[in-house]
């Protein structure tokens, strides 16, 4: 059975750079919700709440998109690929990780560097969803 799962919903399916060019719009040229909206093929109501965002802080990012669940991501994309290219050097020099052994490393990693995280402290590992044990 595949790990990854199609995607089923188009929420966030904007691209960054069409929703900071509409707020722009709406802000300095005084163009209308609906008029952006269409224009840039963006929501309203995710226009509406970013304008009202960027009007009440300027120097907002509007174009960072929101998180989809519960759960933040831990590392950054540096730290990410500095996990993958270890286990890939590890691959290699034909030593494979376990899935075990990725959880572990990734704990290790999240220490050593002092990133609050949410992994278990008891069992010293990150719980991966959809394994048996998180």
């Known amino acids: 059975m595949p790990r990854g799962r199609k995607r089923t919903s188009n929420r966030q ?56 669940g519960p759960r933040l991501t831990v590392f950054n994309t540096t730290e990410e690929n500095e996990l993958v290219s270890y ?12 899935v075990e052994d990725l959880k572990k490393l990734a704990y290790q990693l999240a220490e050593k560097n002092n990133i609050t995280h949410d992994f278990s402290h008891v069992k010293k590992k990150q719980a991966l969803i959809g394994t048996k044990d998180s």
């Open 13 to 68: 399916m904007w691209d960054s750079n069409n929703i900071c060019a509409a707020v722009d719009e709406i802000i300095v040229l005084g163009k209308t919700f609906r008029e952006a909206c269409e224009k840039f093929s963006v929501p309203k109501s995710t226009l509406e709440r970013k304008v009202k965002k960027k009007r009440n802080d300027p120097t907002c990012d509007v174009g960072v998109k929101d998180s989809l």
């Open 87 to 98: 286990l890939k050097l590890m691959e290699g020099r034909l030593f494979g990780l376990s």
